[in-house]
């Protein structure tokens, strides 16, 4: 089997999606080397990994656009007729409208349809019709989880056998780092204090980084001393988080460390004390899995995916409560038995998700897409003989009938 795979969001700089990808890909191609099944990527840009792609995966340099969304529309239906691949699966939640072949989309999450507020105009105007039409015309749709499985079936009234759960997973690479050197050289990268509540994800409205504040000034009134590190990339109406900060009295304790590579991750969990991620909506969550693997202690909300991927190795609050945030943090940071119990509880959840798992899940997926796409055409030849077959059989059953019909 040829698969053309969506490499659009492997660039530098990657967050949520392009790890996803990335992972996803690398697992594939170590499957395919079992199976004798070829991987083409396709991508608007050149394409960036942290690691060598497999052998079996290939790179294909033609047809690109720097525009996403034009490219998707333009230009992947082009790659695509040249390759003739059985089954193209498209990534993050969009995919041409003319595709030619079997096609895989991976939807991510329903923020679109649920929390519009979250995103600016622009995503709104492009994305949304782009996801409606993906979910509308792909042969088999991926989730990354139930919590967005069951919000698209509500939302896009989707056939329920064409929608598959596979989960995503932390890379291997993330489980306790005990080196003290390793340790002490990101402490001293990004001037770490020595007790801290660690965030980690783009800085945007929905990861709910306001009431995450105005909850850990509220600890620190209660006698918490720990400090706050926000560790990730500057996102959608960041900027405006500053003056919330002084009005809270709280700029000499949140630390703003920017976007760290993936291979400091590990090492950053390890040295925080808990890990906090309200997000008001996830799809799936991937850092949650990464602290669970990493020995963190794991505050996070009780909604959307996060409560599902935590399950019972993290404490899980309510996250528009500020009350109940507080008392998460105060909780963590004062029984030294619960952050131990969750130290012990986390990489036994993580391990409960594996790549490796994902990727069979995701070829057979492939292999779904493909006899549904062969099937439908073979349901339209069929259609196609009897409609063109009916008018001789009416014309012969009215001549048997005669003038009258009867």
Known sequence: MRIAFDGTTLTPGRTGVGYYTEHLLQHLGREAARTGDEIVVLSNLPVETEAPLPPEVRVHDRHRFPVRAVWMQAYAPRALAELRPDVAHFTNGMMPALCGTAAVVTVHDMSLRLYPRFHPVRRLVINRPLQRLAIARADAIVTVSHSTRRDLLRLHHASPDRVHVVHEAASPEFQPVTKGAALAEVRRQYALPERF???????????????????LARARAAGMPHHLVCAGPYGWLSGDLTSEIAR????????FTGYVPFTQLPALYSLCEMFAFPSIYEGFGLPVVEALACGAPVLTS??????????????????????ALTGGLLRLAHDADLRASLRRAGPARAASFSWTHAARDVLAVYRTAVASRAQARAGGRRRAAVDTAEPATVVSRSTAEGPDGV
């Open 197 to 215: 509540v660690l965030y980690l994800g783009t800085v945007e409205p929905r990861k709910n980084l306001r009431r995450l504040l105005t909850a």
């Open 248 to 255: 809270l009295g709280l700029a000499d304790v949140v630390h």
């Open 302 to 323: 009780s909604t959307s995916s996060l409560a599902e991927i935590a399950a019972d190795a993290a404490v899980t609050v309510d996250p528009l409560d500020v009350e």
